[in-house]
């Protein structure tokens, strides 16, 4: 079945910790993203990739890393987790710009999220 | 700066009545409107999307109406029933699928429908 994976699906982190979130697509969509999410603060984004071996920073990029190496995966990296990192993680992709015509195919495409505590 | 304000933040509305979410925005760069919905545990999913050359779109029971002048659009949910009960967010982006900044989201409204 296509779609995004992402791994794990929670988790328990100690303070300082480093911890890798995983983002697996078998759609082949060139750009992925990567949001937090918190109540009453909606969905914001941290950083985005449009194509491989690219990487750009969103809206709320401190404390976080990201790499796009192929097509397929986008780990997004904590490398001291912090409390304030405590949210729901999700990774999302989208096709290339514009291909299809369609707003609705032209859209983003979200996982099932993966939940995180900081302690 | 939030550039995407959503309202309301909840919502009650009966089984069969009309649900409606509003949205401004504030960057005139926005030229894509999806409306995406959530279930609890779950990621959100595209509902509906619209770009500014229309000021309607509707898909089946889902209508956005769209106000360029205003910089405002809205989510109108028809004979609304209770498995619509989920949280709706209006997003924007300054090109189809995201742009290359991504999604600007609200912040979100929680809807539940009374049987």
């Known amino acids: 079945i296509a779609g995004i994976t992402q791994a794990p699906t929670s988790q328990i982190l100690a303070a300082g910790r480093r911890m890798t979130l995983r983002c697996t697509q078998d759609m082949r969509h060139n750009a992925m993203y990567w949001y937090r999410q918190d109540l009453g603060l909606g969905l914001r984004l941290i950083h985005y990739s449009n194509t491989a071996g690219t990487t750009g920073k969103g809206e709320v990029p401190d404390g976080y890393s990201v790499s796009r190496a192929n097509t397929d995966d986008f780990p997004l990296t904590l490398a001291s987790a912090v409390p304030s990192q405590t949210s729901v993680y999700f990774c999302?992709?989208?096709?290339?710009?514009?291909?299809?015509?369609?707003?609705?195919?032209?859209?983003?495409?979200f996982g099932p999220g993966t939940r995180l505590t900081v302690l | 700066q939030q550039q995407v304000k959503q309202s309301p933040q909840s919502l009650i509305v009966q089984k069969g009545g009309i649900s409606i979410i509003n949205c401004a925005y504030e960057?005139?760069?926005?030229?894509?409107f999806p409306w995406y919905q959530q279930f609890p545990g779950k990621g959100p999913a595209l509902l509906i999307a619209i770009r500014p050359d229309v000021s309607e779109k509707k898909e089946g029971r889902f209508t956005i109406s769209f106000n360029k002048s205003a910089k405002q659009f809205s989510l109108h949910i028809m004979d609304s029933q209770p498995g619509d009960s989920a949280t709706y967010f209006c997003a924007a982006s300054k090109g189809p699928g995201g742009g290359a900044d991504g999604l600007t989201f609200g912040k979100g409204t929680h809807l539940i429908i009374q049987p």
């Open positions: 960057n005139t760069a926005f030229d894509y």
């Open positions: 999302a992709s989208s096709p290339e710009l514009g291909t299809s015509g369609s707003v609705r195919t032209d859209t983003q495409y």
